[in-house]
Nanobody, 116 residues
Framework: QAHLVESGGGSVQPGGSLRLSCKASGFSFENFFMNWYRQAPGKEREPVAGIRADGAYTNYTDSVKGRFTISRDNADYTVNLQMNSLKPEDTGLYYC?????????WGQGTQVTVSS
């Protein structure tokens, strides 16, 4: 059974940093495109960053380019999101997502709050 567990969320001041991690199990992680999404209060869930199965291609939503970095370790079944220069508008529940063909798995989310 596929399982994704996020960690690393918390509360930080604007300009601070956090590193989110997602540990996968129960599926062939090395075949999956991995994504981070977020959902702010009262808003729809939106994609933040994605990384191809081999790690050679990444993409980011415009608002986080230059501040966030997604990475993965296929040997450890983990995907990370390094978030720097955090802004209040980065506040939300961050979800890890795995996609391959018709398979689509989600974690439970980890809360990120950016506030002074």
């Amino acid at each position: 059974q596929a399982h994704l567990v996020e960690s690393g969320g918390g509360s930080v001041q604007p300009g601070g940093s956090l590193r989110l991690s997602c540990k996968a199990s129960g599926f062939s992680f090395e075949n999956f495109f991995m994504n981070w999404y977020r959902q702010a209060p009262g808003k729809e869930r939106e994609p933040v960053a994605g990384i191809r199965a081999d790690g050679a291609y990444t993409n980011y939503t415009d608002s986080v380019k230059g501040r966030f970095t997604i990475s993965r370790d296929n040997a450890d079944y983990t995907v990370n999101l390094q978030m720097n220069s955090l802004k209040p508008e980065d506040t939300g529940l961050y979800y890890c997502n795995a996609k391959w063909w018709i398979s689509d798995y989600w974690g439970q989310g980890t809360q990120v709050t950016v506030s002074s």
